[in-house]
């Protein structure tokens, strides 16, 4: 398989970072084709931890080309600043970052509105990043959004940029009781951020097809998880672009037929970060021993996460819309200690049963999840060379696991380290 789709199948901060990876040395392209920097990736490169946000995690291998996609939103300062933390970490960057002209761009307007909304409309709070990524793809698609083409473009960036801000300072002074922006500053400001970025820029469609066309191998990178998809996901607490397999091609310009198989991760255990229903959450004295043996708290913002038992039904949800061809579950170790491990395989409410995952907020909020349990190892399985390495406990709930999502483990993480990873 040449070209692959890497997702999340939870709702997000499965470990994608580090099977992505992994992959990348059988690879020649890594892509990131939707979100923004409200999403971080961690890999461990043998002592020190490097956390992306933007840049595809390709980056940190040598004579691999990583494109920032079509589909993504971005945040010039935010990329910068990366592009200065990976550099100072002794990794080059040069032609081997692409950035589409395609993409929209975050302004200051964005990241202010989108706490201001969180403030006020709390009672519907999504738990956003603050990182105005939700604004930046309303501007987008109500078609009043500013495309990094368009930075280079002084007449078109100078109109589009006077309407946008005509708009935005009017919902700040009227609505919010906000002080208004000045456009001088800010459009100083961004096309100085453009003539920094200028040497990076590049048509992502045309570049990654001619890719294909020399038989060059892609990995397409999903920010976030599947639970988190605009149209998927526990709308509307999601984020707000498509997270899913089919993302990659919308985020990129890259056909459906180009794509040769789809990669889901998925933790031993489930996680979500930020508001939402969770019908597997942890009791209050479990989830904190799991978050703190896991390390559970956000890359990007450091916010502690949710925890719970594995949901198959998501998990199942997760193959069937993203057409997963096989499964990568991370964090086997973190339930070393546990002496029984649930799986939920169904959600019970008012006398239903939910086998499929349910589009009904209130049920999702309301509904009591129907477990079967497992026998746990009590072992250690962080030193294991080998699939047959693991206890035999472990192995038959990896098999559970399988059966009940209907896709095949192909990849296990038993620690942070890339050596920590076992192939079946």
Request: overall charge positive.
């Amino acid at each position: 398989m040449s070209n692959i789709v890497v997702i999340g199948a939870q709702w997000g901060d499965e470990g994608k970072g580090k099977i992505i990876d992994i992959l990348t040395k059988d690879t020649d392209y890594v892509v990131r084709y939707q979100g923004g920097n409200n999403a971080g990736h961690t890999v461990v490169v043998g002592k020190e931890e490097i956390i992306l946000h933007l840049i595809p995690s390709g980056i940190l291998h040598k004579n691999k080309k990583c494109i920032i996609g079509n589909g993504v939103v971005i945040d010039p300062e935010a990329l910068l600043s990366e592009v200065s933390y990976v550099k100072a970490k002794g990794i080059s960057i040069g032609d081997n970052l692409g950035i589409s002209d395609q993409a929209h761009v975050i302004f200051p307007y964005h990241k202010v509105l989108d706490k201001l909304r969180e403030e006020k409309f709390s009672k519907t709070k999504i738990g956003t990043t603050g990182r105005g990524i939700g604004p930046c793809y309303t501007d987008k698609f109500s078609r009043a959004g500013i495309r990094i083409a368009d930075l280079y473009n002084e007449r078109i960036f100078k109109d589009k940029l006077e309407s946008n801000m005509e708009e935005k300072n009017a919902i700040f002074s009227k609505v919010y009781n906000y002080k208004k922006f000045s456009f001088e500053k800010i459009y100083e400001q961004y096309r100085e951020y453009a003539k920094i970025m200028k040497p990076h820029i590049c048509n992502c469609s045309v570049v990654l097809n001619q890719a294909i066309k020399k038989k060059k191998r892609i990995l397409f990178e999903g920010a976030q998880g599947t639970l988190l998809d605009i149209d998927h996901g526990t709308y509307p607490f999601v984020t707000s672009s498509n997270s899913t397999s089919g993302g990659a091609c919308v985020g990129t310009g890259v056909g459906p037929t180009k794509i040769d198989k789809a990669i889901g991760i998925v933790k031993a255990y489930t996680t979500r970060v930020g508001e939402g229903p969770f019908p597997t959450e942890f009791s209050a004295e479990l989830l904190n021993k799991i978050r703190q043996k896991g390390r559970e708290f956000g890359a990007t913002t450091g916010r502690p996460r949710r925890c719970g038992w594995f949901d198959a039904v998501i998990c199942k949800n997760a193959v069937t819309v993203n057409g997963l061809d096989a499964i990568a579950v991370t964090k086997l170790d973190v339930l070393d200690e546990m002496p029984v491990l649930k799986i939920c395989v169904g959600y019970k409410y008012k006398d239903k049963l939910y086998t499929d995952f349910p589009a009904d907020l209130e049920v999702l909020w309301k509904a009591k999840p129907v477990y079967i349990e497992c026998p746990g190892w009590l072992k250690d399985t962080s030193q294991a060379k080998k699939y047959m390495d693991l206890p035999a406990n472990a192995r038959k709930y990896l098999r559970k696991i399988e059966q009940l999502a209907g896709a095949k483990i192909e990849i296990i993480s038993i620690g942070s380290d890339r050596n920590q990873t076992l192939f079946v």
